[in-house]
């Protein structure tokens, strides 16, 4: 059962138009990101708001209808436990996604470029729209086969953070 958590990117268009050469503003974005993901699969889609980010209520109605998602404003922590993977923009929440053992797109349509998680096991990074819709069907195939090394790598999602930290102080 395929559960896909897209956190959608925030609006950079202002700032980085010169880089955002397949889509006309951050509504095209979001719906030819939408329509690929459709277009591959039925599975359920939940969509993570970037904190940065509001939509129009009439909008948000429309996608959730046009493209059968759900949107939430549950914190991404309690909402990558119930996912099998994860969609994602050049957002720190790819580590918590990797610690946890989900396989990651990194949908870096802006081209920021950057290269923190190359390499590792269940994660992809994009930056066209090409080549998001091309790698769509194999990233779908992906699953949580990751040692628990490979997830300790990328952090220990268990509540425990604030201890370790005092304790190291």
């Not at 980085?16 to 095209?28: A, G, L, Q």
Request: charge should be negative; hydrophobic fraction near 35%.
């Amino acid at each position: 059962d395929c559960r896909i958590l897209f956190a959608m990117p925030p609006d950079f268009f202002k700032s980085r138009h010169e880089f955002v050469n397949d889509y006309s503003s951050h509504t095209n974005m979001i719906e030819s990101i939408l329509t690929a993901i459709r277009c591959k699969t039925k599975s359920n889609v939940t969509i993570s708001l970037h904190p940065s980010t509001s939509l129009d209520k009439y909008y948000q109605s429309n996608l959730e209808n046009n493209f059968d998602v759900t949107f939430t404003n549950e914190s991404i922590e309690n909402l990558l436990a119930h996912c099998s993977h994860f969609i994602a923009s050049m957002s720190s929440t790819i580590r918590w996604a990797m610690s946890l053992g989900i396989p990651v797109l990194n949908s870096d349509l802006y081209r920021f470029n950057y290269n923190d998680y190359e390499g590792a096991k269940n994660y992809i990074r994009v930056d066209s729209h090409k080549d998001f819709v091309n790698t769509l069907h194999a990233f779908l195939k992906l699953n949580h086969e990751v040692t628990s090394d490979e997830r300790k790598y990328w952090g220990s999602i268990d509540g425990d953070a604030e201890v370790r930290i005092l304790t190291s102080i």
